[in-house]
């Protein structure tokens, strides 16, 4: 699933850059990395908890969830509130393609 995302984004970075020059590259870069650091944390916080019962592992789940959610809003407020010369199209669709992404990989069933 990382490896889909980070392909996605390097193919978005280089659609946009080759559309809106140098910022729209790093727009993409920068949506589709949001994602992946937050994946990042999702991973980390999930192997930190207790995994004794299914409550627990369900307790677990949620709590990585809700770290990953909040990684995504923080990083995306902070892009948007500092880097002025953003491009919109292409740190939005990176963002999102990755979030489909991760979706999908849920789906693909390895052989």
Known sequence: MFVWQAAATVIIAAIAGAVA????????????????????????????????????????MLRAEGAKILVVILQLWLVLTTYKDVVL???????????????????????
């Open 21 to 60: 020059g140098v910022h729209g590259a790093l727009s993409g870069v920068l949506g589709g990395l949001v994602n992946l650091s937050a994946g990042v944390v999702y991973a980390f916080v999930l192997g930190l908890g207790p995994t004794t019962s299914a409550g627990a592992s369900i307790v677990t």
């Open 89 to 111: 199209a292409a740190l939005f669709a990176a963002f999102a393609i990755t979030v489909l992404l991760f979706s999908t990989a849920l789906l693909a069933r390895d052989n």
